[in-house]
């Protein structure tokens, strides 16, 4: 696209001559550009030509002007080479999408999660019998508990592995297990590690779940979760058997399986509805009217949610990034690091630089006792206790002037503390604690697995 220029000079006198920026019909944030002149002026970047020379801007007054990069400010013109119009038109005509409806327009599953404590719970089948599972970001890989895996008639092999938690080690077996379903994700022919989870804890524990989802299956199925909205997201055409699976030349957010009651499948996207019907154009191109009563209950209630925002999206927008997507929401993120399935974090503690290990699965956030001395914490007495693999252990209240993760920042806080490395002889370790799903919940946290991203809101 090639548009004519305008001097930045005369946007001023424009901008003066008319009345209001209602009637571009644009409903979005105005930017105080400086041109190089030191003239000011409000405005939305609407455009940028193909050779990357002139911005097209709506001046508050409902008039458009046309810029040369030259004549912008230098932190001006960096916002103009890194603006997109995708995102400009999420601005103006998507914002009002929930995460939920982003990520199902880009082919996800989500799945409605409980939160007992802090937890996150998930229902599932294993090898055809319904299980409790805890997603736990922490847990390098899943662990079944041993009692659940023989009540699925699935087979332990013997107990020469060992596993390592907050409360140390205890040993484990591999199970064979021939079927794992979590919603529309299956997994076949599986061999994942398995424990008495109600190993060395207090007489009358029992275990509140039967399996601890592991980071190599949310990895797989690039899961996204969103502590504010209770969902987790799933990619069900990543895992071993789907209906349908995504065909050469699709995008990774071309389509969605759309479930019908008579068992059919369809794979397409949603372009229009009627009163009764939804209007999905299919993968070839044409277009099928489904009525809404043959779809399923969750299909039946996007094709109700549908809207032209949605269709918006699906047109203009869907290249963007999940990253660019929370961003423009006003999320703050950063990278997070990854070793073996776990994911590490910057952060600090105590105005100290440490790396912090993110763990869904930890109820509460934990320190590892011997950095949280050194970091200046005040440690009470070692009179508490402290619940995970390998059973209990002595833990102390633990008082922190300040913790921050990017710009989140949390005052006055109280954690527990405990050795993290009793079993080992070397004390030293890279990680200062458990950032865990207490702290998540309040930063209204989401992890993404398909980014290696995390976003917070303070």
Not at 70 to 85: H, N, T
Not at 97 to 121: C, D, H, S, V, W
Not at 362 to 371: G, I, W
């Amino acid at each position: 696209m090639k548009f004519s220029t305008t001097p930045l000079v005369l946007l001023v006198s424009l901008w003066a001559q008319f009345s209001s920026a209602q009637q571009a019909g644009v409903e979005e944030e105005y930017r105080t550009f400086v041109g190089s002149n030191g003239v000011k002026l409000e405005a939305v970047l609407l455009n940028r030509d193909d050779e990357g020379k002139l911005v097209q801007l709506l001046l508050k007054n409902g008039k458009r002007a046309n810029v040369p990069f030259d004549k912008l400010s230098e932190e001006d013109l960096a916002y103009a080479k890194a603006w997109s119009k995708e995102k400009a038109i999420f601005l103006r005509s998507c914002r009002g999408l929930t995460i939920r409806q982003l990520l199902e327009l880009r082919g996800y599953e989500p799945m409605k999660f409980e939160l007992e404590g802090n937890a996150i719970m998930l229902g599932g089948i294993l090898n055809g019998k319904p299980v409790k599972m805890k997603v736990d970001t922490g847990a390098g890989s899943t662990l079944m508990h041993a009692p659940s895996v023989k009540d699925a008639g699935c087979e332990i092999g013997p107990l020469e592995h060992k596993i390592w938690g907050v409360a140390g080690f205890q040993p484990a077996g591999i199970a064979k297990v021939p079927k794992l379903e979590i919603g529309s994700s299956v997994f076949l022919d599986e061999e994942i590690m398995a424990a008495d989870r109600n190993f060395n804890m207090p007489k009358g524990f029992e275990t509140n779940n039967d399996i601890l989802l592991g980071a190599e299956y949310l990895t797989k199925l690039e899961t996204v979760i969103s502590y504010k909205e209770r969902l987790i997201f799933f990619r069900p055409d990543n895992s071993d058997k789907v209906e349908i699976k995504k065909e050469e030349g699709d995008d990774d957010f071309s389509f969605r399986i759309f479930k019908l009651k008579n068992g059919k499948s369809l794979r397409g996207k949603m372009v229009g509805k009627t009163e009764n019907s939804a209007k999905i154009e299919l993968q070839n191109g044409k277009t099928q009217l489904v009525a809404f009563f043959t779809m399923s209950d969750r299909d039946k209630e996007y094709a109700f949610g549908w809207s032209e925002q949605k269709a918006m999206f699906m047109q203009h927008c869907r290249s963007l990034t999940i990253e660019e997507l929370l961003d423009l929401r006003a999320y703050q993120s950063f990278e997070y690091m990854r070793k073996g399935n776990h994911i590490f974090v910057d952060g600090t503690l105590n105005d100290n630089e440490v790396v912090w290990m993110i763990d869904t699965g930890a109820d509460n956030s934990l320190l590892h006792l011997h950095l949280a001395k050194k970091y200046g914490c005040e440690i009470g007495p070692m009179d508490k206790k402290v619940y995970g693999i390998g059973g209990s252990a002595p833990a102390a209240a633990t008082d922190i002037a300040k913790i921050t993760l990017g710009d989140a920042t949390l005052t006055n806080r109280t954690l527990l503390a405990t050795d993290l490395k009793r079993d080992s002889e070397n004390k030293e370790q890279e990680w200062v604690g458990l950032f865990g799903a207490d702290y998540m919940r309040e930063l209204e946290a989401v992890i993404t697995y398909r980014e290696s991203r995390i976003f917070l809101k303070q």
